[in-house]
């Protein structure tokens, strides 16, 4: 059964860094793009990263370029998500989500398939 479960989310505060886990189980998991999604209370779903299970190639949206950079370690089948200069408005549940497919490809902030859990993030002073 496939699995993703998501570790490392907490309370920071704003300028802060943390890094989350997501760690697969289940399937193949150097088959799979993953993605990290988060949530806000009244606000939609953004897909703010995605690691291609191949080329290792990454993606970012533009709110988290240059202070997120995402990582993927196939022997332990998890991906990280490390964030840095964290701010207030980026409070948040924080999902990982895997895609049946290897490539992120164009439409990867959208929607995955498979979905953890997710982890709360809390920016605040």
């Known amino acids: 059964q496939l699995q993703l479960v998501e570790s490392g989310g907490g309370l920071v505060q704003p300028g802060g860094s943390l890094r989350l886990s997501c760690a697969a189980s289940?399937?193949?998991?150097?088959?799979?793009?993953i993605g990290w999604f988060r949530q806000a209370p009244g606000k939609e779903r953004e897909g703010i990263s995605c690691?291609?299970?191949?080329?290792?190639?990454?993606n970012y949206a533009d709110s988290v370029k240059g202070r997120f950079t995402i990582s993927r370690d196939n022997r332990k089948n998890t991906v990280y998500l490390q964030m840095n200069s964290l701010k207030t408005e980026e409070t948040a549940v924080y999902y990982c989500?895997?895609?049946?497919?290897?490539?992120?490809?164009?439409?990867?902030?959208?929607?995955?398939?498979?979905w953890g859990q997710g982890t709360q993030v809390t920016v605040s002073s």
């Open positions: 989500a895997a895609y049946r497919r290897r490539a992120c490809g164009s439409s990867w902030y959208r929607e995955g398939d498979y």
């Open positions: 289940g399937f193949s998991f150097d088959y799979y793009a």
């Open positions: 690691s291609s299970s191949i080329t290792g190639s990454t």
